[in-house]
């Protein structure tokens, strides 16, 4: 009632009894409800991950319905000698939501996020819910710390479904065809700004001076609009596209934008163009997984 969330900690010696020894929450008003927690430790640091309700937006941050984000806990969260770090998001597209993680037989905690949010019906929508469906589980992600951050890129498996492969240099505007559904890693030297259209209905726009990074749609977005995260310089960025989806990851997963889409068949193309734009594409096609018998 006090929009304070609040996550229940419980503890088990057995997996059949359970006490709550703690609740975690924030100091001041932040979200009505925290969904889907999840503790976790990771390159030696505890997380809290929690999907909150209520947040309002803060000029490009908080944009979508509900967030998912995540807080560094400081000190024994079993206690109450413990402090959380800012709140940051995981995710700036449009259609992340409710993310768990697991730690997989290599030891490497794994993320796997919901690709689409509750509650859209008055700001966006998916086409497909005439053919009966819609929404998809993202690809899953390796979790590490970078300067107190926390970084998401593809397991290394995804490679595995990569077959044929293009390779662009970039020193001119690029028109090119692409695949049906691909991994497109772009690497730059330099840039100060950039405009890369895929499949004539996303547009993604870096500019420098202004230290922004934008996602937009120009069509198939079917009320999506736009999602920006600043960012001091653009590296590099990886595209994982499938039918209806892509998956964006920036600076080697310093950032991530997730978002359904939804292009006519005939829109293949892949369009840069920039200012001081130097650097190289390399787009591999992907192969259906397909579990064998």
Known sequence: KDDIGQVLLFESDDMINWNVINIIKSESKFGYMWECPDLFNVD????LLISPQGIDAEDIKYN????????????????NNYKLRDFEELDRGFD???????????GRRILIGWMGLPD????????????????????????????????QNPVEEINMLRKDKKYIEINSNINEDAYDTFDMIVNLEKCD????????????????????????????GYGRTNRSVSL????????LCDTSSLEIFINNGEEVFT?????????VG?????????????????????IEN
Not at 44 to 47: E, L, R, T, V
Not at 259 to 267: G, L, M, S, V
């Open 44 to 47: 030696g640091k505890n997380m």
């Open 64 to 79: 979508n319905i509900y967030q998912s984000g995540y807080y560094i806990i400081d000190g024994d969260y079993k206690t």
């Open 96 to 106: 992340f939501y409710a993310p768990q993680t697991f730690e997989d037989s290599k």
């Open 120 to 151: 859209i019906e008055d700001l966006y929508s998916n086409p497909t819910t005439d053919y009966g469906w819609q929404h998809a589980l993202t690809i899953p992600r390796e979790l590490k710390i970078k300067n107190n951050k926390l970084i």
């Open 193 to 220: 700004k950039l405009e890369s259209t895929i499949k004539n209905c996303v547009n993604l726009s870096y500019d420098r001076e202004q230290q922004l990074f934008t996602l937009s749609f120009t069509q198939g």
């Open 232 to 239: 001091d310089k653009l590296n590099n960025f990886r595209v």
């Open 259 to 267: 978002t359904r889409f939804y292009p006519t068949k005939d829109n």
């Open 270 to 290: 892949i369009r840069f163009s920039g200012e001081n734009l130097k650097g190289s594409i390399c787009i591999y096609e992907m192969e259906a997984y397909k």
